[in-house]
């Protein structure tokens, strides 16, 4: 195998001989792998997460958001129905919403004052007849026929999907029970109330986010933090949870709760930089009970495009928008309920510390993130390596495996064609 | 918005206050430029609120932030968890700081303050980098004759961030 693929040729792409337990280098640097992607995966037959409609609780609020790469609008139409549209003008194709949120009785294209409904139907277009006879559309021109591309929406207690395939599966089947039940905990009805938004960008390929949170084996190592104060730690009591499928994920743990049997001194040996720390101000790793679930922390990847992160008391989800093979610009949206106390937001936005573009463990994902991308683009070898837990896939009920990155690799080899 | 010649009417005073105030905002990028963060929270009182967050959310009245503490512990927390948890490649930052409105001199000796930053990043192999570009609105009271903010909120204008952000702003 050549170092770099020749362009244009798919056959260049072989997968290495070792099958699930490696992954070559081509996979995050291949411009000619990524279209394919946002073909077959983000505008193919899979929900992509774009709203939360405690967003846009009023008829007329929109909200800027993306498919895949493609800019699209979330809105509350007269109706009170969730839309979603392609932000393109039908006539010239501008990308012409720019705020990023906002209300309104209607969509009007600057450059020409094409007018579209909320629900994306082309009301007006100025000068439709021309002026004294000459000029205007065509006479058999018909407005329905010219909308905003229309995406179809799904909705699960207050958070907006959307696909721009005419035939994808249910939502609730799509994401599948074994997923569902942490995605319902966090999600159970109650509205929401938006704490506020974080962006930043990741020099690293989509790919990576999926697989730092299906590889929980990284989670008791890079993030000291995380260790130092039990919030996940080997040898207590944790899951990584997969779908059938391996696409979608939840990585589990329960802060406090040490599995039997096992020697917490070795445990610790093990970890190079176990180290002592005392905090100040506990109210960053303190918890308050609030939820029917065992576990403390639940991490959940929803293919191709959601994250949901309940960490002790700090809420949110991430929404991940691809920029080319080696970058993604990540969407977060922090949040608690409406009916939470001012303390309990409080312990929320304090407990935000750890994660985020500023996040104590937050900070070393982006980093490494980016230096395994730099390792795929810049070096010679062309492979990296997922042998932990053999040739194990899907659910497992320790950390020390990557056996759900082994069966995301299934499935998306499956939808590639590698 | 009121002119600081409104606020103090006397030129005295009024040079006095600025100066004051600019030599603060020398000596608190200086600390987080050298590096020395341990330092940072030294510029707060002890019920200091910190924050840094995007404008998006200023403009909204979200009280989201990308670095959020509340109290002086928790800036030392954040200090410590820096410099002895965080994994992060080395940098160097540098603070330009302008543009200082006193907007409000309360009776009891709170100031209201702001001025605009921009924060340079230089990642030892990479081309320096505009990091962030925003305003401190800041709180400042005297304790012991000496300046200390009791609220700094840095709101960024560049809502998408390079990456992460490590130290404080």
Same mark, same amino acid.
């Given at each position: 195998?050549s170092?770099?693929?020749p362009?244009g040729? *798919?056959?260049a792409?072989v997968?290495?001989?070792e099958?699930?337990? %490696?992954?070559?280098d081509? &996979?995050?640097?291949s411009?000619?792998?990524?279209?394919r992607?946002l073909?077959?995966?983000f505008y193919g037959?899979t929900?992509?997460?774009?709203?939360?409609?405690?967003?846009?609780?009023n008829?007329?609020?929109? @909200?800027r958001s993306?498919?895949g790469?493609?800019?699209v609008?979330v809105?509350r139409?007269?109706d009170?129905?969730?839309h979603?549209?392609?932000n $393109?003008?039908?006539?010239r194709?501008a990308? +012409?919403?720019? *705020?990023?949120t906002?209300?309104s009785?209607?969509?009007?294209c600057p450059?020409h004052?094409w007018t =579209?409904?909320?629900d994306?139907?082309?009301?007006a277009v100025?000068?439709?007849?021309?002026?004294?006879?000459?000029?205007g559309?065509p006479?058999?021109?018909?407005? *329905?026929e010219?909308?905003?591309?229309?995406?179809r929406v799904a909705?699960r207690n207050?958070v907006v999907?959307? *696909?721009y395939a005419?035939?994808?599966?249910?939502l609730d089947?799509?994401?599948?029970?074994?997923i569902?039940?942490?995605f319902?905990?966090?999600?159970d009805?109650?509205?929401?109330k938006i704490?506020?938004y974080?962006?930043?960008?990741?020099y690293?390929?989509w790919?990576?986010?999926?697989?730092? &949170?299906?590889?929980? =084996?990284?989670?008791?190592l890079?993030?000291?933090?995380?260790?130092?104060?039990?919030?996940?730690?080997?040898g207590q009591k944790?899951?990584?949870?997969?779908?059938?499928?391996?696409?979608h994920?939840t990585m589990?743990?329960?802060?406090?709760?040490?599995e039997?049997?096992?020697?917490?001194? %070795?445990v610790? @040996?093990e970890m190079?930089?176990?180290?002592?720390l005392?905090?100040?101000?506990?109210?960053?790793?303190g918890f308050?009970?609030e939820? @029917?679930?065992?576990w403390?922390?639940?991490m959940q990847?929803?293919?191709?495009? +959601?994250?949901?992160?309940?960490e002790?008391?700090?809420l949110?989800v991430?929404?991940?928008?691809?920029?080319g093979?080696d970058?993604?610009d990540?969407?977060?949206?922090m949040?608690g =309920?409406?009916?939470d106390?001012?303390?309990?937001t409080?312990?929320?936005?304090c407990?935000s510390?750890l994660?985020?573009?500023?996040?104590f463990?937050g900070?070393?994902?982006n980093e490494?993130?980016?230096?395994?991308?730099?390792? %795929? $683009?810049?070096?010679?070898?062309e492979?990296g390596?997922?042998? &932990?837990?053999g040739r194990d896939?899907?659910?497992?009920?320790?950390l020390?495996t990557?056996a759900?990155? /082994?069966?995301m690799y299934r499935?998306y080899r499956g939808?590639m064609?590698l | #918005?009121?002119?600081?010649?409104n606020?103090?009417? $006397?030129l005295e005073?009024?040079?006095a206050l600025?100066?004051?105030i600019e030599? +603060?905002?020398?000596?608190?990028?200086?600390?987080?430029?050298?590096?020395?963060?341990?330092r940072?929270?030294?510029?707060?009182?002890d019920?200091a609120?910190? !924050?840094?967050t995007?404008r998006?959310?200023?403009?909204?009245g979200?009280?989201l932030?990308?670095l959020?503490c509340?109290g002086? @512990?928790?800036m030392?927390? /954040?200090v410590q968890a820096t410099?002895?948890?965080t994994t992060?490649?080395p940098r160097?930052? !540098?603070?330009y700081?302008s543009?200082l409105s006193i907007?409000e001199?309360?009776a009891?000796?709170a100031i209201?303050a $702001?001025?605009?930053?921009?924060v340079v990043?230089?990642? #030892?192999?990479?081309?320096t980098?505009?990091?962030?570009?925003?305003?401190?609105?800041?709180?400042f009271v005297?304790r012991?004759?000496r300046?200390?903010? !009791?609220?700094?909120?840095?709101v960024?204008?560049s809502?998408?961030i390079?990456?992460? &952000?490590?130290y404080?702003?």
């Amino acid at each position: 195998m050549s170092v770099q693929p020749p362009n244009g040729s *798919s056959n260049a792409f072989v997968w290495p001989e070792e099958g699930l337990n %490696a992954v070559p280098d081509w &996979l995050y640097t291949s411009d000619e792998i990524y279209q394919r992607e946002l073909e077959r995966i983000f505008y193919g037959p899979t929900w992509n997460y774009v709203a939360l409609e405690a967003e846009i609780p009023n008829h007329g609020d929109y @909200k800027r958001s993306w498919v895949g790469e493609a800019p699209v609008i979330v809105t509350r139409g007269a109706d009170g129905n969730v839309h979603v549209v392609e932000n $393109r003008c039908a006539h010239r194709g501008a990308e +012409f919403c720019r *705020s990023l949120t906002g209300n309104s009785k209607e969509f009007i294209c600057p450059y020409h004052q094409w007018t =579209y409904d909320l629900d994306g139907s082309l009301r007006a277009v100025p000068f439709r007849r021309g002026v004294k006879g000459k000029g205007g559309m065509p006479a058999d021109f018909k407005l *329905s026929e010219h909308g905003l591309r229309k995406l179809r929406v799904a909705t699960r207690n207050g958070v907006v999907f959307a *696909s721009y395939a005419d035939h994808v599966e249910p939502l609730d089947q799509y994401i599948g029970p074994e997923i569902l039940k942490d995605f319902d905990t966090l999600f159970d009805g109650r509205p929401l109330k938006i704490l506020g938004y974080w962006r930043n960008t990741l020099y690293g390929n989509w790919k990576l986010y999926h697989e730092n &949170l299906k590889d929980p =084996y990284h989670a008791t190592l890079l993030h000291t933090f995380l260790v130092t104060f039990g919030l996940m730690k080997a040898g207590q009591k944790s899951a990584m949870i997969a779908d059938p499928l391996g696409r979608h994920g939840t990585m589990a743990s329960a802060k406090g709760d040490e599995e039997e049997g096992v020697d917490q001194k %070795a445990v610790n @040996k093990e970890m190079r930089k176990m180290i002592e720390l005392e905090l100040e101000d506990g109210r960053v790793v303190g918890f308050v009970p609030e939820f @029917k679930s065992p576990w403390t922390v639940t991490m959940q990847t929803i293919w191709p495009n +959601f994250i949901t992160q309940r960490e002790l008391n700090t809420l949110g989800v991430r929404h991940i928008v691809p920029r080319g093979p080696d970058s993604i610009d990540m969407y977060w949206t922090m949040f608690g =309920y409406a009916d939470d106390t001012e303390e309990m937001t409080k312990l929320r936005l304090c407990q935000s510390n750890l994660m985020g573009p500023a996040g104590f463990l937050g900070i070393e994902d982006n980093e490494a993130i980016k230096w395994v991308q730099e390792g %795929a $683009r810049r070096s010679v070898t062309e492979k990296g390596l997922t042998l &932990l837990g053999g040739r194990d896939e899907g659910t497992s009920d320790t950390l020390i495996t990557e056996a759900a990155v /082994r069966s995301m690799y299934r499935y998306y080899r499956g939808v590639m064609g590698l | #918005m009121t002119a600081l010649r409104n606020v103090v009417p $006397r030129l005295e005073e009024r040079w006095a206050l600025r100066l004051e105030i600019e030599e +603060f905002h020398v000596a608190y990028a200086q600390a987080i430029d050298a590096g020395e963060i341990t330092r940072w929270p030294d510029f707060f009182t002890d019920d200091a609120l910190y !924050r840094v967050t995007g404008r998006d959310n200023a403009d909204r009245g979200l009280p989201l932030g990308l670095l959020y503490c509340d109290g002086k @512990k928790m800036m030392r927390d /954040r200090v410590q968890a820096t410099l002895r948890t965080t994994t992060f490649e080395p940098r160097f930052l !540098r603070h330009y700081i302008s543009n200082l409105s006193i907007d409000e001199v309360r009776a009891e000796g709170a100031i209201k303050a $702001r001025a605009n930053y921009l924060v340079v990043q230089t990642l #030892m192999e990479e081309k320096t980098e505009l990091f962030q570009a925003g305003h401190y609105q800041d709180t400042f009271v005297r304790r012991d004759g000496r300046l200390l903010l !009791r609220e700094r909120h840095c709101v960024y204008d560049s809502l998408t961030i390079p990456n992460a &952000l490590i130290y404080p702003i």
